[in-house]
């Protein structure tokens, strides 16, 4: 079982940055996908970006490139998400996920994940 616990979520104004982690419980996690993946309301879930640290493989939703920065701290087992340039479209629940085991990443889809964390709240305000 992997545990997942988010931090650094807040409110900005536009063009502001945040910048968001999370803990990972389980150590040497840097062989598996990992991603983060946000909520708005009424919205579905959607994936923001993905990672598997020790393949230096990186993919992001087209929304967020050039502005968004996902990265892995493996000494901390933290998990990283630099959000620059902010829009008022940028609010929602923010998620972070794990798939299994030393999966790579496939698809940046809410289903291939197992593990979430319990998110946190960004606000961009315009």
């Known amino acids: 079982q992997v545990q997942l616990v988010e931090s650094g979520g807040g409110s900005v104004q536009a063009g502001g940055s945040l910048r968001l982690s999370c803990k990972v419980s389980r150590n040497s996690y840097s062989r598996t996908c990992m991603g983060w993946f946000r909520q708005a309301p009424g919205k579905e879930r959607e994936g923001v970006a993905q990672i598997v640290a020790a393949r230096g493989y990186i993919d992001y939703a087209d929304s967020v490139k050039g502005r968004f920065t996902i990265s892995q701290d493996n000494a901390e087992n933290t998990l990283v998400l630099q959000m620059n340039s902010l829009k008022s479209e940028d609010t929602a629940m923010y998620y972070c996920?794990?798939?299994?085991?030393?999966?790579?990443?496939?698809?940046?889809?809410?289903?291939?994940?197992?593990?979430w964390g319990q998110g946190t709240q960004v606000t961009v305000s315009s």
């Open positions: 996920a794990a798939r299994a085991w030393a999966n790579g990443c496939t698809y940046l889809k809410e289903a291939v994940f197992r593990y």
